[in-house]
Every structure is written in structure tokens, then in C-alpha cells.
């Protein structure tokens, strides 16, 4: 009787087990579905893999990476085991990791091992699907659409400013070091970190930016390290920044406008390159490379206290300073030269040479952003196929209002140019005639011949005026 009871509860069990297993292998199908199907984002797809798992498996935590780890597994805690299972890739290089902790005192079973195996091999699906979807993201639509803004040119330039700065950016990029850009804001700092990234050995993986100035400080751990499905009423779960750029690299721009708790939040996660997320019971490890960004001098802000100066030595060292374009003003015709051209699809423009010269003399306070949005500017202005000096925001034409213009309408010589120009130094020189040659490059008899022109108002052209020095007088430059 006993024996005959004993057979009939296990065979019950073992009936439950089966529709567990089975209620638990749907949703993990149900919900890949549905993240699949939807629009949610790559991220948004592995996180509710993630989460469907985790309810089916009697698991602590799960985690699917895109790679496999460069970090040996951490030493798991006082009673808790750890367990991996590979994920196949297109190739080598693109293999991942489906990683579970659990309970040592709550063993996993059969059934729970082959759901294991079999999330693995689903784990390459929500891969494919997210890099798919990141393909996507980054432009590959098709020719006949308008190219995809990028905010930014590419490293464009031959000054000696921009040769070391991508002689700099190569030896960088062997390494898998941490890496502080300086510079003002509009240099490009963003592209030099994925330029970085495209030569470094992370460059199959992912890259991923933190405008840190628009973090929210009270959502800052959740946006940066995830949280845990139902930490909070309607609350979904989701990964962080950190665990988005695992495999890949990790991009803080505007690093100093985060403040003093956010900072010792951030320098934590960097120290030990794990997270936690909010609501978790455990940190887990990501592989990623840290390259920040800033528009100050982090070591002024450690001296004034407004940085913390263990964050600074943690980030600094290896760093790169990326010049303004007034620091490399040849480039600057260069890079109009290339925004142009990549605004031909809307009109087929060229600069003339009075607006190349305004161009080369404006100072640029907003950098290579400025320039860019100048030259759409003056592609949506335009009147003709040249842009001219009058198609120019007056801020950019500067001095050419007051002085070129003026003068190109009044019709005037060169002669008269350069004797209002000689009055100009020799009154700077404080009427010392052979200090202002000297200013000058030209010779004492060429000084006085130049300021013996009379200067015509009004537009009054002398009609006996060539443009040239009298006969007779000395031209030659003195030394």
C-alpha cells in the first residue's frame, strides 16, 4: 500500500516538474517573440531574455554576453556556485556567454541543465538580432536616403596639430588602456573616442556614449549600472550603460559635469569594472574600456574641489588633447571643402576666395560644430552657385564689413590700400619712418612713396594711378 502511494506522489512530481518545464520554456519563447516582433532595442531584446530566464530557472542572476570574458570569473560568494554555457557566433571573434549564479543549498536539476543549453542557443539568436539592429542604427540604409548626420566631420586635416594627433590616437588604440580627451567643446572629442575604438581590438564590439551632463542624478545608477525587473511598482527591468558597452567601449563625455555622489558612484564601477544593478543582489563583471571626455581642466576642478581627484588619477594618464581650430586654422577651408561636399545632395556649392579669407580669419569659438553649421548655412542662403563673402553670417565676416567691403565698393587701388595701410603702421610707430619700414619689409624711399599717394574719397579713382610705384622708385624689400 505504502509502496504503491509513494509511486503515485512521484509520479505526480514528476507530471508537475514536466508542466513547469514546459510553462517555463514557452515564456521564455513567448517573450523572445514579442521582444523580437516589437520595437524595442537591441538592449531591450537581451534584457527581456534575460528576465523570462531567470523566472523559469531557479537562479540568482543571468547574464547573456556579447563576448566571451576577458576577466577569470570572480570567486563566487559564501554559498553560491556559478555556471556558463558558450554561445556560438558567425565567428570566433563574436562567440558570447550565457552566465547563471544560484543557491548552492538549491541544486539544479536535468531539465534545469538542458534549459540552460538550449537559452544558449537561443542567446546566438538575441546576438544576431542585436547586431542586426545596431547595423541598422549606424547608417546602413539604403543609397537612395540622405546620408546619416554624425554631428561631426572625420578627422580631417594635414596641419602638424592633426598628424600627431592621429599618430597619438594609433599607439593609443593598441591599448586597452583608459583614456582622458581634452579639449573645447566642438573639437570632435566623440569622434577622436571612436576612432579610438575603430582601431583598437574591441572594434567588433560595442560602442557606447554617456552624455553625462543630461544624466538625471536621481535616475543615475539605474541608467548607468540597469535595474531589476519590479525593483518598483511598473518598473521594467533593463541593463545599464556598463553592461551595453560589455565587450566594447564605454564613452563618458562631459565627465566633469557630473557631480560629487555621482562621481564616487562612477569610480567605484571603474575600479572594479562590475556593476550592480539597482534592486540586485550581486555585482557581475563587464569587460569594457573606459575613454573619457571633457571641455575643462579636470586638474584646475581637483584644485578648486570640484573633482574628485581620485576619479581624475583614475581616468588621467593616458590622455589626448584635442586642438580647437583656431590652433589649426589651414584646416579650416580643408573641412568646408568636406561639409560641402557632403552637402552636395542638396546643392553643389563652392566658397569663393573672399569668403575663403573671412573663413580662415574668424577665430571659430564653437569649433568644428560652428563651422558645419555655418556651411549649412550658407547652402540654404545662397543665391548662386558660389558662396560669397555676402552669404556669410556677419559674425564670420568680422573686419570685412568695416574694412574690405566698404573699400571694394568705393572701387579703390591697390595703391590706396597700401598707403592707408603704411599711415596706419607709421602711426604705430610713433612717426619713427624707419621703424615702420622695417614693420613694413620695405624699404625707406618705398615708405615715402607710399605715403606721398594721396588717398581718394568717395570713390574717386585717380585716373593716372596704375597701382604702381613711380618710376624710378625703389621696390626691393629690405631684409
Not at 573639437?187 to 560595442?206: D, N, T, Y
Not at 570685412?400 to 571694394?408: A, E, G, M, Q, R
Request: aromatic residues 6%; hydrophobic residues 40%; neutral net charge.
Amino acid at each position: 500500500m505504502h509502496v504503491a502511494e509513494g509511486q503515485r506522489a512521484e509520479e505526480a512530481s514528476v507530471l508537475r516538474r514536466q508542466r513547469d518545464r514546459r510553462r517555463g520554456l514557452g515564456d521564455v519563447l513567448a517573450t523572445l517573440a514579442r521582444a523580437v516582433s516589437g520595437r524595442a532595442e537591441a538592449g531591450q531584446v537581451r534584457g527581456a531574455f534575460e528576465e523570462s530566464l531567470k523566472r523559469a530557472l531557479p537562479v540568482r542572476s543571468i547574464v547573456l554576453r556579447d563576448r566571451a570574458s576577458r576577466w577569470p570569473s570572480d570567486k563566487p560568494d559564501e554559498g553560491v556556485e556559478a555556471l556558463a554555457f558558450e554561445v556560438v557566433g558567425p565567428t570566433t571573434a563574436q562567440r558570447g556567454m550565457l552566465e547563471a549564479t544560484f543557491d548552492r543549498s538549491r541544486r539544479l536539476g536535468d531539465w534545469d541543465f538542458q534549459l540552460m543549453g538550449h537559452a544558449a542557443q537561443l542567446g546566438a539568436l538575441v546576438l544576431e538580432v542585436e547586431r542586426a539592429r545596431a547595423s541598422a542604427g549606424r547608417g546602413s540604409a539604403p543609397l537612395a536616403q540622405k546620408p546619416r548626420r554624425d554631428g561631426a566631420a572625420p578627422l580631417i586635416g594635414s596641419t602638424p596639430a592633426m598628424t600627431s594627433l592621429r599618430d597619438r590616437i594609433e599607439k593609443v588604440a593598441a591599448t586597452d588602456f583608459t583614456v582622458l580627451l581634452e579639449g573645447e567643446s566642438g573639437v570632435g572629442k566623440e569622434l577622436v573616442a571612436r576612432q579610438i575604438h575603430e582601431l583598437s581590438a574591441r572594434r567588433q564590439g560595442p560602442f557606447v556614449a554617456i552624455n553625462c551632463a543630461a544624466l538625471v542624478e536621481t535616475l543615475l545608477e539605474a541608467e548607468l549600472f540597469g535595474i531589476e525587473e519590479r525593483t518598483a511598482t511598473g518598473v521594467r527591468g533593463r541593463r545599464g550603460k556598463f553592461e551595453h558597452a560589455d565587450g566594447g567601449t564605454l564613452f563618458l563625455d562631459e565627465v566633469s559635469d557630473l557631480s560629487l555622489s555621482a562621481q564616487a558612484k562612477l569610480l567605484r564601477a571603474i575600479q572594479d569594472l562590475a556593476v550592480e544593478r539597482v534592486g540586485g543582489t550581486g555585482s557581475q563583471r563587464v569587460d569594457i574600456r573606459i575613454v573619457a571626455a571633457t571641455n575643462r581642466s579636470l586638474a584646475e576642478m581637483v584644485e578648486r574641489k570640484l573633482f574628485r581627484a581620485d576619479l581624475f588619477y583614475r581616468l588621467g594618464g593616458v590622455d589626448l588633447r584635442v586642438p580647437s581650430l583656431r590652433e589649426r586654422r589651414p584646416d579650416v577651408i580643408e573641412l568646408a571643402t568636406y561639409f560641402l561636399e557632403r552637402l552636395r545632395h542638396v546643392r553643389a556649392l563652392s566658397l569663393s576666395e573672399a569668403a575663403r579669407d573671412a573663413l580662415l580669419l574668424y577665430d571659430w569659438p564653437g569649433n568644428v560644430r560652428e563651422l558645419e553649421r555655418m556651411i549649412e548655412r550658407a547652402v540654404a542662403l545662397a543665391d548662386g552657385v558660389v558662396i560669397e563673402l555676402d552669404d556669410l553670417p556677419p559674425i564670420v565676416r568680422g573686419d570685412f564689413d568695416t574694412v574690405l567691403l566698404p573699400s571694394i565698393r568705393r572701387g579703390e587701388t591697390m595703391r590706396a590700400w597700401g598707403s592707408r595701410y603704411a599711415r596706419i603702421v607709421l602711426d604705430r610707430a610713433g612717426g619713427n619712418k624707419r621703424e615702420a619700414s622695417r614693420v613694413l619689409g620695405i624699404s625707406y624711399h618705398t615708405l615715402n612713396s607710399y605715403l606721398r599717394y594721396p588717398l581718394v574719397v568717395q570713390g574717386e579713382v585717380d585716373p593716372e594711378d596704375d597701382g604702381l610705384l613711380d618710376a624710378g622708385e625703389e621696390v626691393t624689400d629690405q631684409a
